[in-house]
């Protein structure tokens, strides 16, 4: 009975103690993840600031309107932030945007916190102190470097109300925040952050604050203490670098501890019922069972002093006989084993030693192997969580560089288009053919880097048709020449008068690539590029007498900022990005790309093409341009872009066409023009993004609807999101991303006004 009392206390201790181990592990879990993610929120505030400050905005052509539409963008990335201000050095301020007031300049106010004007660049960021603006909404100031001086920013806090709504526990638990001076700024009752309770005399506030300076992230225990309504509750905290913010994880003790409760609740019933059946089973058999277990310990006594002659009498005809005769005959079998016990006891007894030590090296040697494994596995963790973010952050940065960079090159393709169309004089179109070959050169050059955020999003679509290879042969020699006699190599460009099937873009983007990388890396003598019929296909080749791949690269080069670092003056490098490229746009196409090289010896990458039954096509002649132009002659076209140097170009792109056209920058604006037509219009042109947060999408429902007609569409964007093609194709309109050179432009016109 008292062992069974003692095993019921100890079972109750301990399931106790493992649900206080439980709660804390668990509170504590969840604290480090509440700071995680509260951490993350703040450095995607960080970064964005980050993005404004790197601008050299004191260089020349960065002026201030410049400074504040970048202002404006960032608080239209940011929805925290309410407020930018560029300070100097000394905290005056030179330039204010806010979402709430007027823009201001060169006001010289001195800022609520001059020392945040302090930031070093080692820094980089520097947080100041919350407070709560207009007495009721939780503030903070944040600053980034930005030349000599600083950006600061007012970032708005009551967004972190949603985010811990989200992180506490289950079971009536709660996350909230507070800053170093105890003061609440983030609950998931917003009334208590109105109400502002200093915090800072709670226990789990003191014991955050009487930790040792610059202990970082560290943390609290769970801590077993009241709320702020008084109801006991157990806390765990942990700190956030930067703002030296404080995340608490609070759960009711009452609802922490029910499964403790309801375990010690069942363990004393059954100690209560086990007692209460042992007490009747001891009074029921100690009178039946005392006699004979007294006999048989009296033998087994004289047996433990080595009479093994001891022989026990009961005479009872029950199991207690049973039991008397089987001790007798046991003790007869003792006898006999027992001469030959010592010696086997000896041998087993060496035998086991030389076993345990065994396995006590067996088991050092799987403890220091399970160290290094679980080591292993936690730096490949870290690596590959490193490896997403760098990955979203940069497809993110390439799809708003794409979309900004490809407008004014949309503009410049246009203009040209209408420029050439316009020129009489063989020695201007010459000079216009020149032009025209360095923007598609520079359109190249930032491609390899923009052309990866369409790639990522699935933007990119062939566009098939016959490619004469001799015009790839006179673009090749345009375009690549020059650079490769500026490094003293000779490019050749072999005769290959066939057609083939594909996109004439991305087929002049792949073997431009490869040219390109193959100048790059080549040292002396040349680059060749010719191709071989193979049956149904064609093969074209590009050869160089660079310093070769050595075979352990030879799958590594294909992937995004993978680069060989080759000897020389520097002239190699490049951002990894053009055999990615390469093989991205080969697989859109179906074709099967191939590498061969021997090192120090050069390269070949080869290319297979799909011939045409055709036997002549060029993509890019002029003919093609002037037929495509009379085709569209008298055509009533409705043109809308809130870009005014795109839409400008469009018109006189359509007016060299002969074209009857009507413009305007919203849908408002260019239904109010039609009223003064009475024709309908034969073809829709518009902007994807318009102004007001209006899109394509409904000016071309809008005008359908007006003229009750299915009136044909066409769609021209720089956004790369791969959601926009199902859309339009819903729509029965077609879908283009710029920039788009004119011939392109005028065949997709031709395409959608044809029944």
């Known amino acids: ?89 000394h905290g005056h301020e030179r330039l204010r945007v806010s979402r709430t007031s007027p823009d201001q300049f060169d006001t010289g106010q001195l800022i609520e916190e001059p020392e945040l004007a302090m930031v070093s660049p080692e820094q980089g960021i520097r947080f100041g102190k919350t407070f709560f603006r207009n007495d009721e909404l939780p503030t903070l100031h944040v600053s980034a470097v930005d030349g000599d001086g600083a950006i600061v920013a007012t970032v708005d806090l009551r967004l972190l109300g949603d985010v811990v709504a989200r992180l506490g526990s289950v079971d009536g638990g709660l996350a909230y925040v507070v800053d170093p001076r105890g003061v609440l700024i983030a609950h998931p009752m917003p009334t208590l952050v109105l109400a502002r309770p200093d915090l800072s005399g709670s226990e789990a506030v003191r014991a955050i604050q009487a930790m040792p300076a610059g202990s970082g992230g560290g943390g609290v225990r769970a801590l077993f203490t009241r709320d702020i309504a008084g109801h006991p509750v157990i806390v765990t905290g942990t700190r956030i670098t930067g703002p030296d913010w404080t995340v608490f994880i609070e759960q009711q003790r009452s609802e922490a501890l029910k499964p403790a409760v309801a375990t010690l609740t069942r363990t004393l019933l059954f100690m209560c019922l086990g007692i209460i059946a042992a007490l009747f089973a001891g009074v029921t058999f100690s009178r039946q069972l005392a006699a004979p277990i007294v006999a048989l310990r009296q033998a087994t006594a004289r047996i433990a002093a080595g009479d093994l002659e001891t022989k026990l009498v009961v005479s009872r005809h029950d199991e207690i006989e049973d039991l008397a005769g089987d001790f007798n005959q046991m003790v007869r079998r003792l006898r006999d084993v027992y001469e030959s016990l010592e010696a086997k006891v000896a041998d087993r007894t060496e035998e086991l030693s030389h076993a345990r030590d065994v396995l006590a090296e067996r088991s050092e040697e799987i403890e220091g192997l399970n160290q290094r494994l679980v080591l292993q596995l936690d730096e490949l963790l870290h690596r590959k969580d490193e490896a997403e973010r760098a990955n979203a952050a940069k497809t993110r940065f390439l799809a708003a560089a794409s979309h900004d960079l490809r407008q004014p090159m949309h503009s410049i393709s246009l203009l040209l288009g209408v420029l050439q169309s316009r020129l009489d004089s063989l020695e201007h179109v010459a000079l216009a053919d020149k032009i025209q070959s360095s923007v598609a050169t520079m359109e190249s050059l930032f491609g390899n880097l923009l052309d990866i955020s369409k790639l990522d999003a699935g933007a990119v679509q062939a566009h098939v048709e016959d490619v004469d290879l001799g015009w790839l042969r006179h673009r090749l020699e345009q375009t690549w020449a020059p650079q490769a006699a500026e490094k003293g190599l000779k490019l050749s460009v072999r005769a290959c008068n066939v057609v083939v099937r594909g996109d004439a873009v991305l087929l002049e983007r792949i073997v431009g690539n490869l040219v390109a990388n193959a100048i790059r890396y080549t040292r002396r003598g040349g680059v060749l590029v010719g191709c071989r019929r193979r049956g149904t296909l064609v093969e074209l080749q ?145 902007d994807y993004q318009l102004v007001g947060g209006r899109n394509g999408f409904e000016v071309i429902s809008r005008l359908r609807q007006h003229y009750d007609e299915a009136i044909p569409a066409l769609m021209i964007t720089a956004n790369t999101d791969a959601g926009l093609q199902p859309r339009a194709a819903a729509q029965n309109a077609r879908l283009l991303h710029k920039p788009i050179g004119l011939q392109r432009l005028l065949d997709a016109m031709l395409e959608s006004l044809s029944p």
């Not at 400050?53 to 990335?77: C, I, N, T």
């Not at 030879?554 to 000897?567: D, K, Q, W």
């Not at 009507?662 to 034969?682: F, G, I, K, N, T």
């Open 1 to 89: 009975m008292t062992l069974l009392l003692a095993l019921g206390s100890l079972e109750s201790y301990f399931g106790y103690r493992e649900s206080l181990d439980h709660i804390e592990t668990t509170q504590a879990l969840q604290a480090k993840q509440a700071a995680f993610e509260l951490s993350v929120y703040l450095s995607t505030i960080e970064s964005a600031l980050r993005d404004v400050g790197r601008v050299a905005w004191d260089s020349p052509g960065f002026k201030r309107d410049q400074r504040r539409e970048e202002f404006y963008r960032h608080l239209r990335m940011v929805p925290a932030t309410t407020e930018l201000r560029a300070v100097d050095k």
């Open 542 to 686: 590009v050869w160089d007498s660079g310093p070769g791949i050595d075979p352990r690269y030879r799958e590594a080069i294909f992937e995004e900022f993978f680069r060989i670092e080759a000897p020389g003056s520097g002239q190699e490098k490049g951002l990894g990005l053009g055999l990615s490229i390469v093989q991205r746009c080969a697989q859109i196409l179906g074709y099967r790309l191939s590498v061969d090289s021997r090192v120090a010896r050069g390269t070949v990458f080869r290319l297979q093409l799909p011939l045409s039954a055709a036997t002549a096509a060029s993509p890019r002649s002029s003919p093609r341009l002037a037929a495509s132009q009379q085709a569209l002659t008298g055509r009533f076209i409705v043109v809308v872009d809130d870009d005014a140097t795109n839409a400008q170009a469009l018109v006189d792109a359509l007016h060299a066409c002969r074209c009857h056209v009507v413009a305007a920058a919203s849908c408002d604006e260019v239904l109010a023009e039609l009223h003064q037509h009475l024709r309908v219009p034969d073809l829709i042109v518009t």
